[in-house]
């Protein structure tokens, strides 16, 4: 099993501004993906991050709003760009350890509890 | 395309009752389906998963689900409800089809009771 530390674990942010999560997991991953929990909701994937690679983003989900950075295969980065109240959310990310098949499980980080005043 | 149906958003047992939790999952190739649990102010935990080897599942703290393909279901059972199991449930699907990616069900939300 992996063990994934994200921080912060929360934030109060201003809207307009940024904040940039990180994703730190305890050995060599392939795969890294990043998922947003709305109030209430459940999980909806944002991208998935690769090292080496560009994020590949989901449906509704852009570059510019959300750039993610994947520098090598133990971190991840999550930037929230000119947010606003809407982007209040739990972010969560998550890894697939490396070599593993289809029948694999995805490890979880604690998430970080987002809120935009 | 995968989608995963979970029915009754929140469930609400007596402490010692049956817990069942529902789970439909839709997929055009087998798929793989997993039962995650969520504490409050947590991440997730994999409490068990389906990977064809078994129809019938156990996972951690008791829990264990049957996966029935003529019913495309994978439901969650166990037998006698704890306090301390009183958590968010999520299942998801994951296919070759769908990549390496999970799919969610919008979770449901267990009560114990004494």
């Known amino acids: 099993s992996a063990v994934i530390s994200q921080k912060p674990s929360r934030d109060i942010c201003q809207r307009g501004t940024s904040l940039t999560i990180q994703c730190q997991v305890d050995?060599?991953?392939?795969?890294m993906f990043w998922y947003r929990q709305q109030p209430g909701q459940s999980l909806t994937l944002i991208a998935t991050a690769n090292q080496g690679s560009e994020a590949t983003y989901e449906s509704g989900f852009v570059i510019d709003k959300f750039p993610i950075s994947r520098p090598n295969l133990t971190f991840s980065t999550l930037t929230v760009s000119n947010m606003s109240p809407e982007d209040s959310s739990i972010y969560l990310c998550?890894?697939?350890?490396?070599?593993?098949?289809?029948?694999?499980?995805?490890?979880f980080g604690q998430g970080t509890r987002l809120t935009v005043v | 395309a995968q989608s995963v149906t979970q029915l009754g958003s929140h469930v609400s047992v007596s402490e010692g009752a049956l817990v069942l939790l529902r789970c439909n999952y839709s997929?055009?190739?087998?798929?793989?389906l997993f039962w995650y649990v969520q504490y409050p102010n947590q991440g997730l935990q994999l409490l068990l998963k389906y990977t064809s080897a078994a129809t019938l599942v156990k996972g951690i703290n008791g829990f264990e689900a049957e996966f029935k393909k003529s019913e495309t279901s994978f439901h969650l059972t166990k037998p006698s409800a704890h306090m301390s199991d009183a958590a968010e449930y999520f299942c998801a699907v994951k296919s070759t089809g769908g990549g390496n990616k999970l799919t969610f069900g919008t979770g449901t939300q267990l009560k114990v009771e004494l």
């Open positions: 050995s060599q991953v392939t795969m």
């Open positions: 997929s055009s190739v087998p798929p793989y």
């Open positions: 998550s890894a697939l350890p490396t070599g593993t098949g289809w029948n694999t499980e995805a490890f």
